[in-house]
């Protein structure tokens, strides 16, 4: 397991932002909005993800005062499970349950405790940040994510993200599953719409950066 660095996202030569690992001329840090959160937060990002500008889960990392963010593939099992359950939180796994996991040979998840869901400050969400293709990748690499509760989310607005096609027909983006995730755990969506704000002005930004 190895802590982001910034050299895939921003060139060597280039100044890059220390709050957000990129070359400073394309710096997000002014859309990120701190937003305090009962549940936890800890994204697994794939390290292919790192240097893929379009990735929102580096903005959620920023606005979310209290989250962590780890990239690898397959996790020492040792840290990954400090990391799972460090302050005697209890994690639960964003993912939802998919055809074919057994074949795969993975494991059946474990039901989710309700009595669990009444405290969100004793919660960790856990979210794989990846391609559909890798995260079931990191799902296979990694049992003791095989071993989590996962979390479902209910019905959801159609995605507002335009600059990166999905990979599945359902795929938000990292910043928005977290985001509707923590307000369903919460239950609390107003509290969490300075998230989506600062997801739209980073799509914003993105867009016209790609579109030059
Ligand atoms: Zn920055």
């Not at 460090?86 to 795969?104: K, N, Q, V």
């Not at 794989?128 to 293709?133: E, K, M, Q, S, V």
Request: hydrophobic share 40%.
């Amino acid at each position: 397991m190895n802590v982001s660095t910034s050299t895939t996202v921003a060139s060597a030569r280039r100044p890059t932002c220390a709050g957000c690992l990129r070359a400073r001329s394309a710096c997000i840090c002014r859309h990120a909005t701190p937003v305090s959160s009962k549940v936890e937060l800890l994204v697994l990002q794939h390290p292919l993800e790192v240097g893929n500008a379009k990735n929102s889960a580096r903005l959620l990392h920023l606005c979310l005062p209290g989250s962590r963010l780890l990239v690898g593939e397959a996790f020492d099992a040792v840290e990954l499970a400090a990391q799972l359950h460090a302050d005697g939180r209890t994690p639960l796994l964003l993912y939802p349950e998919t055809p074919g996991e057994a074949a795969l040979g993975l494991a059946p998840p474990p039901p989710i405790d309700e009595a669990m869901l009444a405290q969100p400050d004793r919660l960790r969400l856990v979210l794989l940040d990846a391609t559909w293709r890798k995260s079931r990748k990191m799902l296979y690499l990694n049992p003791l994510l095989q071993g989590l509760p996962r979390l479902a989310l209910r019905a959801l607005p159609p995605s507002a993200y335009r600059i990166r096609k999905a990979h599945a027909p359902d795929q938000l983006s990292s910043l928005e599953a977290a985001a509707y995730a923590l307000s369903q755990l919460e239950n609390r969506p107003a509290h969490y719409a300075p998230l989506f704000d600062a997801f739209n002005g980073f799509v914003e930004q993105q867009s016209e950066r790609f579109r030059a």
